[in-house]
């Protein structure tokens, strides 16, 4: 069965389009309970930022929400829309500021103004039973493609699934290259990582084709510029090609799959809790057998910037911490029949598993 996904439904990209964004709710304005709900990132209260200018009008709500206490969660979602609904309605919109964390948040919430009961009901694919409301994501970091991906991924009492279905991906996104400046270096790679890996793995494995190779090649040479070659680092024209580069690498992903580094990367998320982008370069760093030269470019890029990943992790783990991310890795058969074909477990075991996980 081949892959028929909804995309986002509008885009504005460039410097300064932010300011497009009180213009681009007005239409909006008067459906549901006639207030707009913004959810932006805590990060930038108070702050003089770009993205702290957010074009809130009187009858609006405001939510900041802190992302570094924890990845998004199920009871997070179900709080915002409880909260919100009790005491003014149903919004007219939402509209999620932040990187891809605030804008999982900002997807999930949409969907669950409309659907009864708690967001752990509708982690999975196509759960979810009535379309959601009007929803905007502005990214303030660029690496996830949480902007245009179908997924919005939270982590319940039981698992870290996305609510994944047709009303998923915004309606608007507002790609503002403005909004990625500063970033912190490590911030700034790791995410931005996460492209790079996506676009590698969506094109080493069986469900490649020429529709994803041809997002994937393109945002590979952007990462280039932007992570390798002369001119490579922080600057304004290498924020804007990593923009567009987070775009088409997670539509490379969606029509083609990850692999044997994000497979590992979910279960080190799940026991320690280390940040998506995070836990892939530690997992990638150690993958040549899967990703050969890449792994090599890969390690040409950590130096260039300067970063410092940890090594000999795996030596203060317990025998029960790898069993444990073995499993939830063991678990996800979509990223190892990409990887390493549909008899995958003929050739990998959860054993094979663990020592993977015992080399970083
Ligand atoms: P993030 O949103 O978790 O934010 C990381 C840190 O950067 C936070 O401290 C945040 O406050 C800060 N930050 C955000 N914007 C900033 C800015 N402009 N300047 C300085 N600091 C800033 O990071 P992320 O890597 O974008 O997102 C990771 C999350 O995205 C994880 O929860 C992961 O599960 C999810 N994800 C979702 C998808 C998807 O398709 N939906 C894909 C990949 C990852
Ligand atoms: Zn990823």
């Given amino acids: 069965m081949h892959k028929n996904f909804r995309n986002v439904d509008k885009v504005v990209f460039g410097r300064g389009s932010y300011s497009q964004l009180d213009e681009i709710l007005k239409e909006k304005r008067n459906d549901n309970d006639k207030f707009m709900l913004f959810i932006v990132d805590k990060y930038f209260e108070g702050k003089d930022h770009p993205a702290a200018k957010v074009p809130a009008h009187p009858e609006d709500v405001v939510m900041f929400i802190d992302v570094d206490i924890e990845e998004p969660t199920t009871d997070q979602i179900d709080y915002v829309r409880d909260t919100v609904k009790s005491t003014k309605g149903i919004p007219a919109g939402i509209i999620g500021i932040g990187g891809g964390s605030i804008m999982d948040i900002a997807k999930a919430s949409s969907l669950m103004f409309t659907n009864e009961g708690s967001s752990q009901l509708y982690q999975g694919l196509n759960l979810v039973k009535n379309p959601g409301i009007y929803h905007v994501g502005v990214p303030t ?3 996830t493609g949480a902007e245009v991906s179908i997924t919005a991924v939270v982590t319940g009492p039981e698992k870290k699934l996305g609510l994944k279905c047709d009303w998923t991906p915004f309606n608007q996104i507002v790609l503002d290259p403005d909004l990625i400046k500063d970033v912190p270096r490590d911030q700034w790679f790791y995410t931005g990582m996460d492209t790079y890996i996506h676009c590698i793995e969506s094109e080493s494995g069986i469900y490649k084709n020429v529709f994803s190779l041809a997002y994937g090649n ?26 567009v580069a987070s775009l088409m690498g997670a539509l490379s992903l ?38 050969g030269d890449a792994v090599k470019e890969f390690k040409e890029m950590v130096k260039k910037h300067n970063i410092t990943l940890p090594q000999g992790l795996a030596k203060g783990w317990t025998e029960d911490e790898i069993t444990q991310m073995a499993e939830v890795s063991y678990k996800l058969t979509h990223m190892w029949n990409h990887a390493i074909g549909l008899d995958w477990k003929e050739k990998l075991t959860l054993e094979d598993i663990k020592d993977l996980f015992r080399r970083l």
């Avoid at 280039?224 to 600057?235: A, H, K, P, T």
């Fill in 141 to 143: 970091l660029a690496g």
């Fill in 218 to 243: 393109q945002s590979l040479d952007l990462c280039r510029d932007v992570f390798i070659r002369e001119g490579c680092g922080q600057s304004e024209v290498n924020d804007e090609k990593l923009m």
């Fill in 254 to 291: 969606t029509y083609s799959e990850v692999g044997a580094c994000h497979a590992l990367s979910y279960g080190l998320s799940f026991v320690f809790g280390y940040r998506h982008g995070y836990a892939n370069c530690l997992a990638f760093n150690h993958l040549p057998e899967f990703y």
